[in-house]
């Protein structure tokens, strides 16, 4: 989801770029996207107005406004595809989805619970097919503890590899104290605001394993691709992805991000 503020720098550099202080520099662009699709990350809709503290820090300029009212025409696509065929996947998902749920649809849901153990379902599932099975969650807390779980059912040995923090205080006047010291303290289990980096890395030969980073965009080395472990080593990883015929090997990766008043 493209947040309000990126909107408006769109807007901004096709400006710059064609010499129109018209929206979009005239020109017209298409927007495709799920509106009820979770809002961006430390940002806001790309419908919704900006707050006049947002303009004058941000934008530079003196009154707020909302691109989206002002600029795009909205045509709603009608037909499912991703269900074609499953009407009754189709109409629970729709009702989730606008917030509506009926009494057959929580129903559904309810019967789709299952009793058992997460790490017994994922091993029922993954027998029965060639492909191991993807399990989503709701929130990053409790996808990790259901990693740590199923790290903890190998037979091999777990590995942890710990986040290594360099302070860069050249060309800069602040330096790094007790202060900023305690802020990165509270940031270790927030990977999403440190340049994607978990403080302890763990992993395990045969586990399974996601890309956080894009690596090779020519191999399609890229963010969110799935792969399994297949040895470690003191300098990289050798990892089997699933889409490569062979291993690759992935070496530690270095992120830079600022330490500001609002980490």
């Given at each position: 989801m493209v947040s309000n503020l990126n909107?408006?720098?769109?807007?901004?550099?096709l400006e710059d770029i064609f010499g129109d202080d018209e929206w979009f520099g005239s020109k017209n662009i298409l927007f495709v996207g799920d509106l009820l699709q979770l809002p961006p990350v430390n940002g806001r809709p790309a419908f919704n107005k900006f707050s006049n503290k947002l303009v004058k820090t941000r934008l530079g300029a003196?009154?707020?406004?909302?691109?989206?009212?002002?600029?795009?025409?909205?045509?709603?696509l009608t037909i499912n595809e991703r269900q074609e065929g499953d009407e009754t996947s189709f109409k629970m998902?729709?009702?989730?989805?606008?917030g509506c749920m009926t009494n057959e649809t929580i129903h559904m849901l309810?019967?789709?619970?299952?009793?058992?153990?997460?790490?017994?379902k994922y091993k029922k599932i993954e027998s029965k097919g060639t492909n191991p099975p993807?399990?989503?969650?709701?929130?990053?807390?409790?996808?990790?503890?259901?990693n740590e779980l199923m790290l903890e059912s190998l037979e091999t040995e777990k590995i942890e590899l710990a986040c290594v923090d360099v302070v860069d205080e050249s060309g800069s006047t602040a330096k790094f104290d007790k202060k900023q010291e305690k802020?990165?303290?509270?940031?270790?289990d927030q990977p999403s605001k440190v340049a994607g980096l978990e403080t302890v890395l763990s992993i395990a030969v045969g586990c399974r394993v996601m890309l956080r980073h894009n690596i090779d965009v020519t191999l399609e080395l890229v963010n969110g691709v799935f792969g399994t472990v297949m040895a470690i080593y003191a300098t990289?990883?050798?990892?089997?992805?699933?889409?490569?015929?062979?291993p690759c090997d992935i070496e530690r990766v270095?992120?830079?991000f600022m330490l500001s008043k609002n980490l």
């Open positions: 909107l408006a720098y769109l807007h901004m550099r003196a009154n707020a406004v909302n691109i989206w009212k002002e600029t795009v025409e909205y045509n709603e998902l729709d009702f989730v989805r606008h309810k019967s789709r619970v299952f009793k058992v153990s997460i790490q017994e993807i399990c989503p969650f709701s929130k990053v807390e409790t996808c990790q503890k259901i802020k990165i303290e509270k940031l270790k990289h990883i050798s990892i089997k992805f699933d889409h490569i015929d062979v270095t992120s830079r």
